[in-house]
């Protein structure tokens, strides 16, 4: 059986993946896409489980210290992790995973996962972020501040990523990222196991 490819995806704060990824997950609906852990509330609309597993910050350190993170990092004031043993799961039973994390957690992965696909979602331009990030209306001055703060930070990862997505619409964002899944399918490594033995 083939093995699940994991593709990682990072993206700016105020890039739009919450958008793109749910309307990814719409048209494949046979992807898992996996909850991530956080100490951070949660924003309006958000449920527990679905978005997160919301979790005090007590409750996220007895996992550190069970080791049951792929990774884990702080951002912006909060912690956020992925369960190992969720993601390996569903890879061996060849379920594409998608794993939506900051880019300090994208490089422990690419670490821990080598073989881990991974693509940075970007706005056409540094202005179109600051505009998404001041229309959005959830955050305050100084914590939009902090986020494109972290945004140039951020910036400077770019190159360790396999692809680079532009959020210019919707639609040509989800459409390349399904491309991108397509495509790391076919990869030779993926197929040869079918003529094994031939």
Avoid: W
């Avoid at 509330?41 to 409750?59: I, L, M």
């Avoid at 550190?64 to 792929?70: M, P, T, V």
């Avoid at 959020?167 to 459409?175: F, L, M, S």
């Amino acid at each position: 059986m083939k093995r699940g490819t994991l593709l990682v995806v990072s993206g700016f704060s105020g890039a739009g993946k919450g958008t793109v990824l749910s309307k990814v997950l719409e048209k494949r609906t046979d992807l898992y896409y996996s909850v991530s852990f956080t100490t951070r509330a949660p924003r309006t609309g958000e449920q527990d489980g679905v978005n997160y597993h919301f979790v005090t910050r007590e409750a996220f350190q007895e996992r550190i210290d069970r080791g049951e993170f792929l990774e884990y990092a702080e951002y912006v004031g909060n912690f956020y992790g992925t369960s190992m043993a969720v993601i390996r799961e569903k890879l061996d039973q060849g379920v594409d995973v998608i794993l939506e994390i900051e880019s300090q957690g994208a490089a422990k992965v690419r670490q821990k996962m080598p073989e881990a696909v991974s693509l940075f979602l970007v706005p056409p331009s540094f202005e179109e972020l600051s505009r998404r990030l001041h229309g959005r209306g959830t955050d305050s001055e100084e914590v939009i501040q902090r986020r494109l703060a972290t945004a140039r930070k951020e910036a400077k990862e770019l190159e360790h990523y396999d692809y680079i997505v532009i959020n210019d619409t919707i639609e040509n964002a989800v459409g390349e990222i399904l491309a991108i899944l397509v495509a790391e399918g076919c990869r030779k490594e993926r197929r040869l196991e079918l003529f094994k033995g031939v």
